[in-house]
């Protein structure tokens, strides 16, 4: 069969392709290639999306089956950061799904800037304040943090989550594709200050996610991330 | 729970919302591993796949907005896409289940009584207007996840003119469905 075959028109063209991935028939090859023009062609999405609508009745026809508990466990260590093995990087670092995460984060700092407007008005140099609500991450732990770039200042006011017991939350700098930078391991209280290291500064800016990974006491060995991130979100302009 | 309540989930999960991704697990589990057991015929794989499933639901749920599938429909679409295409991947063909696990006809269950109403049915009487052979085909394929080569060998036909039946009988479904 060549391609010509398989779309020509007077087959049913794009839709009965459409037809065919979901009901599920294509080879491998085909079905990436079909998958690959779901992503990027609306139109042909749409057709897809009918089939499945079509046909999904017939799935009323799959029973049942109880899921080994085991499962729900390898999801959540796939998906949400575990302690990494010695020397290894939690992957969590560079998941696309934690990056993903941050978007969901981005729309609850949306009402945390509102409120920051009210609490504190802009003044002369607005610019150069940011806010951010470092959100949990499969944890209970929430930071509110005002940064102001004129007096390098880091200001973090503890929302909830008790840190455990001989562990220390260090806050970190993250630009995607490039290593995590530490500012510092974040001190005990309800409302606490970090100075910002002079090398940072540039990294410090709208857009930048800040996280909280928990280490060992004193901040991580390796001075790279080696616990899992309990919170995270990025900065903005207030 | 209502198709409404799995909407709520898969939004709250989209967000980001753990919690509400857990009980989304704990609703939908069992069901979505229904659909990777049958397609993939062994436990071990259909876990293996079920983890990789919920991975793209925690991913993708914001994706969910732009279809027309009801909330559990759109949860067994990405499970029955992926097992399949973990089946396609497959160097061996797929293990014969048939005896084991074939379930002939759609029977509703409790969620898909609820939300599909008399959509079972009505795809059940379009595929009664289809050839014997060629409704089971369809309901095979989509099933069991078979592909057009098992097909043609089951129905000891060439590939080509499998092909060419089942893109015929999708179309005459289609026809059906849509009077």
């Not at chain 1, 459409?18 to 023009?37: F, H, M, Q, S």
């Not at chain 1, 001075?223 to 207030?238: C, K, W, Y």
Request: proline share 7%; with cysteine; aromatic share 6%.
């Amino acid at each position: 069969m060549s391609p010509a075959d398989d779309n020509s028109p007077d087959q049913g063209g794009d839709d009965i392709l459409a037809a065919e991935y979901v009901v599920g028939v294509l080879p491998a090859d085909e079905r990436r290639d079909v998958a690959a023009r779901i992503e990027r062609d609306p139109g042909f999405a749409r057709l897809v999306d009918g089939w499945e609508v079509r046909l999904s009745p017939l799935a009323a026809a799959y029973p049942e089956v109880a899921v080994p508990p085991a499962v729900k466990a390898a999801i959540d260590r796939r998906l949400f950061a575990v302690p990494a093995p010695t020397g290894a990087r939690p992957s969590l670092w560079s998941s696309l799904v934690f990056w993903r995460s941050l978007a969901a984060a981005a729309m609850v700092l949306a009402a945390a800037v509102a409120v920051a407007y009210f609490v504190a008005p802009p003044s002369g140099q607005s610019a150069q304040r940011y806010v951010a609500s470092l959100a949990p991450q499969q944890s209970d732990v929430h930071y509110f943090v005002v940064y102001d770039a004129r007096t390098q200042d880091i200001g973090l006011s503890h929302v909830t989550g008790a840190r455990p017991e001989g562990r220390d939350f260090e806050l970190w700098v993250m630009e995607p594709g490039k290593d995590p930078v530490s500012v510092g391991v974040i001190p005990v209280g309800q409302s606490v200050h970090l100075a910002v290291a002079k090398a940072l500064r540039d990294r410090i800016a709208a857009g930048a996610v800040f996280a909280i990974s928990l280490e060992p006491p004193g901040g991580s060995p390796t001075g790279q991330p080696t616990g899992p991130v309990v919170a995270s979100g990025d900065l903005h302009n207030v | 729970m209502t198709a409404q309540d799995i909407t709520k989930l898969i939004v709250r999960t989209s967000m980001g919302d753990r919690g509400a991704f857990d009980l989304l697990y704990r609703q939908t589990s069992a069901k979505l591993f229904g659909v990777c057991l049958r397609i993939l015929g062994d436990r071990a794989e259909a876990e293996e796949a079920l983890q990789e499933v919920f991975v793209k639901i925690w991913t993708k749920a914001d994706r969910f907005a732009v279809s027309d599938l009801s909330p559990i429909s759109w949860l067994a679409a990405i499970a029955r896409n992926h097992a399949i295409d973990r089946i396609r991947a497959r160097r061996q063909p797929p293990l014969d289940l048939d005896a084991a696990l074939d379930v002939a006809d759609p029977t509703p269950g409790p969620e898909a009584a609820a939300v599909a109403g008399g959509e079972i049915e009505r795809i059940r009487l379009c595929l009664d207007e289809l050839d014997g052979d060629r409704a089971a085909a369809v309901r095979g394929a989509y099933l069991k996840g078979e592909s057009y080569a098992e097909l043609a060998e089951r129905h000891g036909v060439p590939l080509n003119t499998m092909r060419t039946w089942l893109r015929r009988s999708l179309m005459k479904l289609r026809e059906c469905l849509e009077r």
